[in-house]
């Protein structure tokens, strides 16, 4: 199985912030990355696939980079909606696995 | 849009099926993968398996043969089997729409239902 570990599994950070979180996969998985934002009671939601493409809907501030094995979502400028926690997932090859999660919450 | 609610027990005996259902609204359902995704308390996402409409599955092998997941055309719906459950199946579980075409994500998800096991 590959085994996707991100970092740090929590952060907190203020408004206005640019945030980063990383994802690393055990063995390559080409682009075949994809990023979650999560809310409690909440669907999750997709925000980015294939290493670095926009879901339709989702705000421009957020943008995903990385190939092979190491990957990185960006908020550019955290805003009050964006405290989550926020997956990644591998689609490369079954069993589909996820990143452990990064909560980020209010400094 | 395409929508999709889950529904079913929320309390299951050890040792029983723990039986799920997600309907589909807004769109086909005779067109992408569905599949079952929980998250036990406190605990990262578990993806379990997913079905094409036409009965092609991928399941987790973890779960060995303990996960079936059928599709009811007719009634829009799909569907998830576990047997032989214990405590560590508790867990909220989410149904969701596979997007190949979207690099193997998830692109749409129901709002996730807890499921307990316990006598």
């Known amino acids: 199985d590959i085994q996707m570990t991100q970092s740090p599994s929590s952060l907190s950070a203020s408004v206005g912030d640019r945030v980063t979180i990383t994802c690393r996969a055990s063995?390559?998985?080409?682009?075949?990355l994809n990023w979650y934002q999560h809310k409690p009671g909440k669907a999750p939601k997709l925000l980015i696939f294939a290493a670095s493409s926009l879901q339709s809907g989702v705000p421009l501030r957020f943008s995903g980079s990385g190939s092979g094995t190491d990957f990185t979502l960006t908020i550019s400028a955290l805003q009050p909606e964006d405290f989550a926690t926020y997956y990644c997932?591998?689609?490369?090859?079954?069993?589909?696995?996820f990143g452990g999660g990064t909560k980020v919450e209010i400094k | 849009q395409v929508q999709l609610q889950e529904s079913g027990p929320g309390l299951v005996k050890p040792s029983e099926t723990l039986s799920l259902t997600c309907t589909v609204s807004?769109?086909?359902?005779?067109?992408?993968?569905w599949g079952w995704i929980r998250q036990p308390p406190g605990k990262g996402l578990e993806w379990l398996g997913h079905m094409f409409y036409t009965g092609t599955t991928n399941y987790n092998p973890s779960l060995k043969s303990r996960v079936s997941i059928f599709v009811d055309t007719a009634k829009s719906q799909f569907s998830l089997e576990l047997t032989s459950v214990t405590a560590a199946d508790t867990a909220v579980y989410y149904c969701?729409?596979?997007?190949?075409?979207?690099?193997?994500?998830?692109?749409?998800w129901g709002q996730g239902t807890l499921v307990t096991v316990s006598a």
């Open positions: 063995q390559s998985i080409s682009s075949y």
């Open positions: 807004g769109g086909s359902i005779s067109t992408f993968y």
């Open positions: 969701a729409r596979f997007n190949e075409n979207l690099r193997d994500a998830f692109d749409i």
């Open positions: 997932q591998q689609g490369f090859s079954s069993p589909l696995t």
